[in-house]
């Protein structure tokens, strides 16, 4: 069976402060794919990353940067200098390589990043 | 822009009646999908479709129905049957293949009265 968890149910930073968001994922498949989704007070998600099982690099865009680690089943984001614009629910999400719908969304971290 | 748009963005229906929340979608996806969300909670999976004419039910299906006659299109009724309706539904679509990144639309509240 496929999980993900986000153990994190609210943090709360101070302006410019480095925040981690943790995602921990369950999975047999040796294909799958990860990604994260921020979903601001407005209620859209915005889709921020896709990483494949194979692909273990770490990726920085800006602010953002991700570590995935397979030996702890891991996908962690960190924001750097976090800002108040940060301020949302960010959601882990996991899915194999299959037809049909296999999305799977952790429960999300309310992040508040206050001025 | 391409996008997801849907309609209405606040619902109000009265206990017995059938609602339908509307999704459309110009990206040329054709996948589609339905989520419901409940306060302080993740997203749970409602209906999905990979094709026209086709579509399969997701883990909280009862009590709701969808249609998927247009590429473009994927309306979801919130039927009378469902027990507890209030909540907030997003609607996101992606190119076929269970791998690719859903973009979903702004979400329409619904409230039961």
């Known amino acids: 069976a496929q999980k993900v968890t986000q153990a994190q149910t609210e943090i709360s930073v101070v302006e410019k402060e480095d925040v981690t968001l943790d995602c921990v994922y369950e999975?047999?498949?040796?294909?799958?794919?990860l990604f994260w989704y921020k979903q601001p007070p407005s209620g859209e998600l915005v889709f921020l990353i896709r990483?494949?099982?194979?692909?273990?690099q770490n990726e920085i865009s800006g602010r953002y940067s991700w570590n995935f680690q397979k030996s702890t089943s891991s996908f962690n984001f960190t924001i750097t200098a976090s800002q108040v614009v940060d301020s949302a629910v960010y959601f882990c999400?996991?899915?194999?390589?299959?037809?049909?719908?296999?999305?799977?969304f952790g429960p999300g971290t309310r992040l508040s990043v206050l001025p | 822009d391409g996008g997801i748009t849907q309609s209405p963005k606040y619902l109000f229906r009265k206990e017995g009646q059938n609602v339908t929340l509307s999704c459309e979608q110009n990206l040329n996806h054709d996948a589609m999908y339905w989520y419901r969300q409940d306060p302080g909670q993740g997203l749970r999976l409602i209906y999905y479709s990979q094709i026209v004419n086709d579509f399969q039910k997701g883990d909280i299906a009862e009590g709701y129905s969808v249609s998927r006659e247009k590429k473009e299109s994927f309306p979801l009724t919130v039927t009378s049957a469902q027990k507890n309706p209030t909540a907030f539904y997003l609607c996101?679509?992606?190119?076929?293949?269970?791998?690719?990144?859903?973009?979903f639309g702004p979400g329409t509240r619904l409230t039961v009265l």
């Open positions: 999975t047999r498949d040796t294909t799958y794919y």
């Open positions: 999400a996991l899915t194999y390589f299959n037809y049909g719908q296999n999305f799977v």
């Open positions: 990483r494949n099982s194979f692909d273990e």
């Open positions: 996101a679509s992606s190119e076929q293949g269970s791998y690719n990144e859903q973009f």
